[in-house]
């Protein structure tokens, strides 16, 4: 089992940037892909980025494509989700997860989440 810890949310204004960080522990890292989540109030969970063992290979939504960037350093346990260009409508808790595998992974993939972080993002 992984053990996944959330950071750097909070309340920023639109247009403004964010990092998230997720450190994990429990299995070996560089085993498994990672993704990172949002849920907004009354949504459902959506998909937001993820990346493969090794970070040589990410996908993102499209809602946050060519403004979020997904990367992770295997030697610090700990995938980050670079956030720029906000919008209000990206405001969400946003969690990070583990895959049950080491490359690109479907949603049913990722077993192990974190308890998520608050990002507000104000117009």
């Known amino acids: 089992q992984v053990q996944l810890v959330e950071s750097g949310g909070g309340l920023v204004q639109a247009g403004g940037s964010l990092r998230l960080s997720c450190a994990a522990s429990?299995?070996?890292?560089?085993?498994?892909?990672m993704g990172w989540f949002r849920q907004a109030p009354g949504k459902e969970r959506e998909f937001v980025a993820q990346i493969n063992w090794s970070g040589g290979i990410t996908s993102y939504a499209d809602s946050v494509k060519g403004r979020f960037t997904i990367s992770r350093d295997n030697a610090a346990n700990t995938v980050y989700l670079q956030k720029n260009s906000l919008k209000p409508e990206d405001t969400a808790v946003y969690y990070c997860?583990?895959?049950?595998?080491?490359?690109?992974?479907?949603?049913?993939?990722?077993?192990?989440w974190g308890q998520g972080t608050q990002v507000t993002v104000s117009s």
């Open positions: 997860a583990a895959s049950s595998i080491r490359y690109m992974s479907r949603i049913d993939d990722f077993r192990s």
């Open positions: 429990g299995r070996t890292f560089s085993n498994y892909a």
